[in-house]
């Protein structure tokens, strides 16, 4: 479709094709294919489809959502926990995002956050039409300064390019050791072959940066392609994918309406500026790669785990992950020598993660699994260590099915914890959802183990 649409762009502005570019595209998709069919064999196309078919499920779910959200959504960064009670029983994974942006940010931020975006991105598409018209303030293209003074400018205009590829090399360079403060580092590959490949790339279009012009349609083309695969991709909502699209809107709106502003202006917004980004800084990013630090000390040195837990709740106190893996070494603890100060410990942490992760169903089916565990510990014969353990694993599994409601696993656990407690209705209950529900899903990582299929059938079923 890009292609298209420069093939489009070109023939408006009278630019003339040789074969060798529509020779060279055709390669290159032939190519494409090839080595599409050569790996997966004809079952590629059977797998698109497939791949099609999981996401009008996603969306299917996600409608769903927004109507029981409407106006300010589920909150950045909870998609994925508010996804699981709408997923449905035959869908295939709890996806992080919808795959589709308009659903993403109209879930995610709500129905005002979406009219904005459809706002923003019909704005430059009147720009981009008004330009196209010919429009006087409105150039089809950024042209040349011509740099002898007869413009209003002067040689030292024409250096910009200068300090914008010295910025892009300071910048990939940077990204090895900023890299290594976040949860991803990119490792020296990224840099060692990036570089070079960079460097080749700027060497190819040494000429158009020295001398080229940008066609003012350029930029939208690219916008009209980021989006296009964003209907069916994710990532609308993280700056290293969103980012393109932003630079892309900007490229194609420069050399508009350009403004100087008075210098007590610029300072002033240099100074707003400069104080939003160390806000942001001290209350959002930095407590986020602290309390990052210390889950990876926990990890690598498993002797002082409690020590960098505890450390990563104080850095991140909203981060409900500390306070999860806390629980479960507490747990483990409680579980190697019983004792009412060890449970207690135990109890507090994991009361503190669901409270901090009310909506996270893998937290409270978790949660479930220490309280059925515990449950089962004896210290002396028919006498429970824990006596009321079996009615929080109940209620921990209720919650965890009510956020999950679709999941045959959940119901199965629930439906077991009834049966311990002596609740045969409740528990064929559970079993006749769970049973129903594996027979719902295609996939075999969302099915019961067969073990536990029997179990349920047998219960339900007894034999006189």
């Known amino acids: 479709m890009g292609l298209l649409l420069v093939?489009?762009?070109?023939?408006?502005?009278?630019?003339?094709?040789?074969?060798?570019?529509?020779?060279?595209?055709?390669?290159?998709?032939?190519?494409?294919?090839?080595?599409?069919?050569?790996?997966?064999?004809?079952?590629?196309?059977?797998?698109?489809?497939?791949?099609?078919?999981?996401?009008?499920?996603?969306?299917?779910?996600?409608?769903r959502m927004i109507a029981d959200h409407p106006l300010v959504g589920c909150g950045p960064g909870n998609f994925q926990n508010a996804y699981t009670q709408y997923k449905l029983p035959e869908a295939s994974e709890e996806v992080a995002d919808p795959h589709n942006f308009l659903l993403d940010v109209w879930a995610t931020a709500g129905t005002p956050a979406v009219l904005a975006l459809l706002a923003v991105l019909g704005s430059f598409t009147w720009v981009m039409m008004a330009g196209k018209g010919g429009s006087p303030k409105l150039p089809h293209s950024n042209p040349l300064p011509k740099g002898d003074g007869t413009d209003g400018t002067d040689e030292s205009d024409l250096n910009g390019w200068k300090y914008v590829l010295a910025g892009g090399m300071l910048g990939f360079l940077l990204s090895a050791p900023l890299g290594l403060m976040s949860a991803a580092p990119p490792g020296a590959a990224a840099v060692l072959l990036g570089l070079p490949l960079a460097a080749i790339t700027v060497l190819l279009l040494w000429g158009w940066i020295r001398e080229g012009r940008l066609p003012g349609l350029l930029p939208a083309v690219g916008v009209v392609v980021v989006l296009v695969a964003l209907l069916a991709a994710g990532g609308i909502g993280l700056p290293s994918v969103a980012g393109t699209l932003w630079l892309l809107l900007a490229l194609g709106l420069g050399g508009r309406w350009p403004r100087v502003l008075p210098s007590y202006a610029a300072w002033s917004a240099l100074a707003v500026g400069i104080a939003l980004a160390v806000a942001c800084y001290t209350s959002a990013y930095s407590p986020v790669l602290n309390c990052q630090a210390n889950l990876r000390l926990a990890e690598r040195d498993p002797a002082r785990a409690v020590e960098h837990l505890e450390a990563a709740a104080v850095a991140d106190p909203l981060s409900a992950e500390p306070w999860r893996q806390l629980a479960a070494v507490e747990f483990e603890n409680w579980w190697q020598q019983p004792n009412e100060r060890a449970y207690d410990r135990f109890q507090k942490c994991n009361a503190t993660a669901l409270e901090l992760a009310p909506n996270c169903a893998p937290a409270w089916l978790a949660a479930g699994d220490w309280y059925f565990r515990a449950y089962s510990r004896t210290d002396q014969p028919d006498r429970k260590v824990a006596g009321d353990a079996l009615d929080k694993a109940v209620d921990a599994y209720r919650h965890a099915a009510r956020l999950y409601p679709n999941s045959a696993v959940y119901h199965a656990k629930l439906a077991e914890a009834y049966r311990a407690g002596g609740d045969q209705s409740a528990f064929r209950q559970e079993a006749d959802t769970a049973l129903r529900l594996d027979e719902a899903t295609p996939h075999l990582d969302k099915k019961l183990p067969a073990e536990v299929r029997g179990r349920l059938a047998r219960g339900r079923n007894p034999t006189p």
């Open 7 to 63: 093939w489009l762009v070109c023939r408006e502005r009278k630019v003339r094709i040789g074969w060798k570019v529509p020779a060279a595209a055709v390669g290159i998709a032939a190519v494409l294919v090839a080595a599409a069919l050569s790996i997966e064999g004809p079952a590629v196309l059977g797998k698109a489809w497939k791949s099609f078919g999981y996401r009008v499920q996603y969306w299917q779910s996600s409608v």
